[in-house]
């Protein structure tokens, strides 16, 4: 806060001018600096990615348009959804979006009331207590390819589903 000329300030509390720093160039050498994805993202290796937890967020938003059969719990499903579709944002590098738990919604078929019979058993299998094991989640995570997960929701219908169970 600027104070007037007129009062006096002792030596110590005066402003000092500033130093500027000598430009270092940045390298980066430890682990969790990613610019890129960058492999392997292998079965039980994870896929890093900026801002994950935002995807929780946007699955809760979306839960009540959510077209669930009997067996199936909201909760795990939310979660399931939340990983997935923050698999698929670290896949391009980015931080989940909307898009990418509404591809994921559409992959599973949780926006079709009248899903597919195996289809539905299929996830029902794979999203049981997703919400409470982190084993459950590694599998749930690592069983869907890769190719599947970069699909846009409208790029998908029935004949890539079967391809979740085939």
Avoid at 16 to 24: G, M, N
Avoid at 35 to 46: E, I, L
Wanted: hydrophobic fraction near 45%; aromatic fraction near 6%; charged fraction near 20%.
């Amino acid at each position: 806060m600027t104070q007037p000329q007129f009062v006096p300030i002792a030596p110590s509390a005066q402003v000092r001018p500033s130093v500027a720093t000598p430009h270092t160039t940045h390298v980066e050498d430890r682990p969790v600096e990613t610019r890129r994805p960058v492999g392997p993202f292998t079965q039980g290796f994870g896929a890093p990615g900026p801002d994950q937890g935002f995807a929780i967020k946007l699955a809760k938003r979306l839960s009540a348009s959510l077209q669930l059969q009997a067996g199936e719990d909201a909760h795990d499903i939310e979660i399931g959804v939340a990983l997935l579709a923050a698999r698929r944002a670290a896949l391009f590098g980015r931080a989940p979006s909307i898009y990418d738990v509404q591809a994921i919604i559409a992959l599973f078929g949780f926006n079709d009331a009248a899903a597919e019979a195996p289809l539905v058993a299929h996830r029902r299998g794979l999203f049981q207590a997703v919400g409470h094991s982190w084993e459950v989640q590694r599998a749930l995570t690592d069983s869907v390819p890769q190719d599947l997960l970069r699909l846009k929701a409208d790029e998908i219908d029935s004949g890539v589903r079967r391809r979740l169970f085939a």
